[in-house]
């Protein structure tokens, strides 16, 4: 067994440190994002995104909060592979180094992955922010005092590498998403071999993938998803759509060449499936023995069903992806006939149920059969499960321990993985950082780190409050209230217009109008801040007690002359007749 070199034999300086800083992907699932800081160095390891879900209306996108690297000169951002929830948050890192100033910046990527993050920079306007640099697995490169070695994985996407990063202090072995995989689809086996040798080395901290922690076993073959696809489509006797997700290549592959296979066509529907696609074909990572086997939508739609398959995006049942409009009845080119099979070739992301539960119902409704993982093999993770993982801690056999990507229930079955092995593990989140001296580690609590909440179409971000705001009124609804003051200060006349508060709300208003005079007038003289807040709180209170539900109130005052203040009475009370019918 592999035996790591002790503080003599690395030669190791007691001054030297490492510091690591999740500002995403641990105790959560998504926006993977790791900062390491030696001495002399500062890297960051992926900057992934987290898709939302109802806790985060009107927001498209959540990615770190990198206010943590106020202060912190980045030397590189090195990225294992090309999954969103690993590159999506790079355009974002890149404009906060734009405003800091700090930009541009080295960015290490295996070439399918770079290719990727240019299309999204491009969308950004923002290439001239990043020096792309392509790596090559097995190939060391070097930032500043460490050296960076890529070690080919399988995963569900090509080109997909682990990290030996080694250090003054030691190696650090950073797995990147991986699982093993023996007979992958178009690429190589994982250099089991190689990670064997960097063991044998003496590894320093691992950082290891922990999201099949909890799950017993080992991954099925991605070879074995194909030979179920191809008698999925010799048996369906109409159209087959597929739907997956988008960065899947090696899936794709799959089901392209199963559709060969049996004489079918292929069509993909959804922008981001078509663009990883189009990637693939460049790089060399989708490979087509007929390339009339893809086609358009438009001419594919021209064929017998028989002879046709349909890949579409909307695996997770997203709100205005292709597949829930396919499901609705919605989508301008696919209707849904007796005969289709829809089949699911993913996995369920934790809080989707529902959403994808809704679809497949619908589908079921206009008369698809519906096939899901569970049915067949129709899917397999790019995550190593239990053994798999606990062949690689046996691999390198690290000084120290660290779970990494995942919830905190993945992260604990990990831990547990870990010290069966007896290694000496440390579990951490996003708002600590663990600091590695002299074969010590300590940890340090960080303040206010908060996610940024992107509006993506806008280029725009939200914050925590504006979400509040949101959520309460979708909750309860809201209700704005005018007070209407002559310049001299004297209360003319209070408006209250309800909006979605509940369905009695409208005969309601004269009441509420009331509650909020006599609350004005309780506080009285005071400015218009002390009244608007007491009104406030008297119409929020009244409105509860009827509907049971707290809605979001907005308090204005506007000036009147006191000459107008009875024309102004009498208008108002129209506006509010009008808002009550």
């Known amino acids: 067994m592999a035996r790591f070199p002790t503080i003599e034999e690395r030669k190791m300086k007691p001054t030297e440190l490492i510091e690591l800083t999740p500002l995403g992907g641990l105790g959560e699932f998504g926006k993977n994002c790791m900062l390491l800081k030696t001495a002399d160095t500062r890297i960051l390891i992926d900057c992934g995104g987290m898709f939302p879900d109802a806790e985060h209306p009107g927001v498209d996108l959540i990615v770190p909060d990198f206010r943590q690297l106020d202060g912190v000169f980045l030397d590189a951002l090195v990225l ?8 999506a948050g790079v355009p974002h890192l890149l404009s906060y180094l734009v405003e800091k100033k700090r930009a541009p910046i080295k960015v290490y ?19 001239s922010a990043a020096d792309l640099i392509p790596c090559k697995a097995g190939k060391v490169f070097h930032i500043k005092g460490i050296s960076v070695e890529p070690i080919h994985v399988n995963h569900s996407i090509p080109d997909s590498v682990a990290l030996a990063i080694r250090t003054p ?28 040798e960097i063991g044998r080395e003496g590894v320093y901290i ?10 017993p076993g080992s ?8 030979v179920e696809f191809e008698d999925v489509m010799d048996l369906a006797p109409g159209r087959v759509l597929v739907t997956q997700f988008s960065s899947n290549i090696g899936r794709l592959q799959s089901i392209v060449s199963a559709a060969t296979e049996t004489g079918r066509r292929v069509a993909l529907i959804g922008r981001a499936l078509r663009r990883n696609a189009s990637v693939a074909r460049e790089t060399g990572h989708l490979e087509l023995v007929d390339p009339r086997v893809l086609m358009s939508l438009e001419d594919v739609v021209k064929l017998p069903d028989h002879e046709v398959v349909i890949v579409v995006a909307g695996s997770q049942g997203e709100p205005f992806s292709s597949l829930t409009r396919i499901a609705a009845g919605e989508h301008p080119e696919v209707r849904i006939k007796t005969g289709d099979w829809v089949v699911y070739s993913s996995r369920k992301i934790p809080g989707n149920e529902k959403r994808i539960s809704y679809v497949v119902d619908q589908l079921i409704e206009r008369g698809a059969k519906v096939l899901t993982p569970g049915v067949k093999v129709l899917h397999t993770t790019g995550h190593a499960l239990a053994d798999e993982q606990k062949l690689l801690l046996n691999l390198l056999r690290p000084r120290f321990f660290v779970p990494a990507h995942g919830s905190y229930r993945q992260l604990d079955a990990h831990r547990r993985l870990g010290e069966e092995l007896e290694l000496e593990t440390h579990v951490f989140t996003v708002g600590e950082t663990l600091t590695f001296v002299n074969d010590k580690v300590s940890r340090t ?19 925590e409050e504006i979400l509040r705001q949101r959520r309460q009124i979708a909750a309860g609804g809201f209700v704005i209230v005018t007070l209407l003051k002559t310049h001299a200060g004297k209360l003319a006349e209070v408006l209250v217009l309800p909006y979605g508060v509940c369905i009695k709300a409208a005969s309601l208003v004269a009441e509420a109008k009331e509650k909020a005079r006599e609350a004005v007038v309780a ?3 005071g400015d218009d801040v002390t009244q608007c807040e007491a009104a406030r709180l008297a119409v929020r209170r009244f409105f509860k007690l009827h509907s049971e ?3 979001f109130v907005i308090v204005e005052v506007s000036r009147i002359p006191a000459a107008r203040a009875g024309k102004t009475l009498e208008k108002s009370e129209k506006i509010e007749d009008s808002q009550a019918s």
């Open 80 to 87: 294992t592979h090309g999954h969103e929830d690993h590159i």
């Open 109 to 127: 990527g295996t070439p399918f992955t770079l290719a990727l993050v240019t299309r999204k920079l491009e969308e950004f306007n923002l290439l």
């Open 169 to 196: 202090s030691g190696l650090v072995y950073h797995s990147g998403d991986w699982r093993i995989d023996h007979t992958p689809v178009n690429e190589p086996r994982i250099d089991l071999q190689r990670i064997a």
């Open 206 to 215: 691992l950082l290891a993938d922990s999201t099949n922690s909890d799950v």
């Open 219 to 226: 991954s099925v073959s991605e070879a074995r998803v194909g």
């Open 445 to 463: 609590a960080l303040q206010n780190v908060e996610p940024i909440y992107v509006v993506e179409q806008r280029r725009d971000v939200v914050d």
């Open 523 to 525: 506080v009285g003289h």
């Open 549 to 551: 539900r707290k809605p």
